[in-house]
């Protein structure tokens, strides 16, 4: 069936709250992107002028999409190399969604995307529409075609799961640039002790390289073992820089609102470290490097104002 212009302005209007719901839900944008598109495909398909609110059915096609997908990719990741990490979002990104709550800048945070990888599906659909989204129990129940009793249920274990997690600390841009430039201060000092000072004592560190850039498939558990880890990561050398392509310069930014190093050669995003900070220090340092990952993070460093690199000594 042929959309009118008045059908496809319909469709994008909703747009970019379907592509924050698909990214949540799936943790790629890549992924993400190709459910919205599968989305309109059904729009298309649909007799449009018998729906009566568009955003509820596209909402509901969309997420049973992504509920889909998620139980396919759960497989996927049991073969995946290394550990799996979700694609991070910098700065600006309009995947990123709503942030005008706390909830909502929570719910996109490296920490929870993470968090919400020990989810079942209708548990971490039920969060993402409910915390992220605030969509009413009544409409999400409609959504799941469950009841809504059981989602109210769903929700609270849910949240349970995530909030076992380590609380994180919001902060602002400045606060987060200052935490990164003292973080690589630390780590570029050729010595474990300021960062074993900035890291709180259980803290863990993990990379994904998907197969394509060396990364330790197991992660590294407390401060000592996370510091001498990064005191090596940040140590200059010829290997490393053939690898990566060049020297890369190492900047200070943010990722899914998350204080983040960002390293870039020749323009191109080549890894993004996101730190999760917490009341007690450096919680978790998660390395996403795979390359496959990080286009998204290119093009959008290539579209804003980065400011000046901190070292390019890597």
């Known amino acids: ?171 602002d841009a400045a606060a987060a640039r200052r935490i990164v430039e003292e973080f690589l201060a630390a780590a570029a000092s050729g010595r474990t002790e300021p960062l074993v000072r900035l890291l709180t004592g259980d803290a863990v560190a993990v990379g994904d390289g998907g197969g394509k850039v060396p990364a330790r498939a197991k992660a590294f558990e407390g401060a000592v073992a996370v510091a001498k880890f990064l005191r090596g990561l940040f140590k200059p050398g010829e290997a490393k820089r053939a690898l990566l392509g060049g020297v890369p310069e190492v900047y200070a930014g943010t990722a899914n609102g998350d204080p983040a190093v960002v390293a870039v050669v020749g323009g191109r995003v080549v890894g993004v470290m996101c730190l999760a900070v917490t009341a007690e220090g450096i919680a978790a340092v998660r390395s996403q490097v795979n390359p496959d990952k990080l286009d998204r993070a290119t093009a959008r460093w290539a579209v804003t104002d980065h400011g000046e690199p901190v070292f390019n000594s890597m």
Request: aromatic residues 8%; hydrophobic residues 45%; charged residues 25%.
């Open 1 to 171: 069936m042929s959309l009118t212009a008045n059908d496809v302005e319909r469709f994008e209007a909703c747009r970019p709250r379907l592509a924050a719901i698909a990214y949540r839900l799936l943790g790629s944008a890549m992924e993400a992107e190709d459910a919205v598109q599968e989305t309109f495909l059904r729009w298309q398909a649909a007799d449009v002028d018998r729906v009566e609110v568009p955003e509820a059915w596209l909402t509901k096609v969309l997420t049973n999409l992504c509920l889909n997908q998620l139980a396919s990719a759960r497989a996927r990741r049991e073969t995946y190399v290394g550990q799996w990490l979700p694609e991070p979002l910098l700065a600006g990104d309009p995947m990123l969604g709503p942030a005008d709550t706390a909830e909502q800048r929570e719910s996109v945070s490296y920490a929870v995307l993470t968090l919400l990888e020990r989810l079942s599906p209708n548990e971490r659909a039920v969060y993402v529409l409910r915390e992220a989204f605030d969509y009413p129990h009544r409409e999400i129940a409609e959504i799941l075609d469950i009841t809504e009793a059981a989602c109210q249920q769903i929700f609270h274990r849910a949240k349970k799961h995530v909030a076992d997690g380590k609380a994180r600390t919001e902060v």
